[in-house]
């Protein structure tokens, strides 16, 4: 009898420190700032990711907006007709203004079109209905007193 009462205190003993330590396990939270973190990390890892490649996108649109404004200057002054540039001579021209963010060579696409009156220009998408990108440009500098429309192009590739 006296070894029956010694066992079946022994273990409530067993049971009050197991149920003890199953306490001190819930209250303590050393782990949760890392779960916490490991939580909150992808989502916000992504939209750091996105802002700054958001940042890069508007970033080279300046760029080109830019080299659009310098280069058609060439034109608009002159200096592109009476150098005689062609096609590639003036692409390199407008690449001499692009820096180190685009494949000038062979990435940026360069539209100069003349019109006889504001009512004829139109500028047609170089965007066709499948999604795709039609490279159909040509470069007409045009003369003293004409409609000259320039634009540039370049795929930028987002990650």
Do not use: H, W
Request: hydrophobic share 45%.
């Amino acid at each position: 009898m006296l070894e029956s009462i010694a066992t079946q205190l022994a273990n409530g003993a067993r049971r009050v420190a197991a149920a003890a330590s199953v306490r001190r396990l819930v209250r303590q939270q050393d782990g949760t700032a890392a779960v916490e973190f490991g939580l909150v990390a992808a989502p916000f890892l992504a939209l750091v990711f996105a802002i700054m490649e958001t940042a890069v996108v508007f970033f080279a649109g300046q760029a080109l907006e830019t080299a659009v404004a310098d280069s058609s200057r060439l034109i608009m002054t002159g200096q592109a007709q009476t150098q005689g540039l062609n096609a590639s001579g003036f692409k390199s021209a407008v690449c001499a203004k692009i820096y180190g963010l685009f494949d000038c060579a062979n990435g940026v696409y360069v539209d100069v079109k003349t019109f006889s009156s504001f009512s004829n220009v139109s500028m047609p998408s170089p965007i066709d209905g499948q999604g795709n990108f039609q490279n159909n440009f040509s470069y007409q500098p045009g003369g003293p007193g004409d409609i000259v429309v320039m634009r540039l192009f370049y795929q930028y590739p987002v990650y």
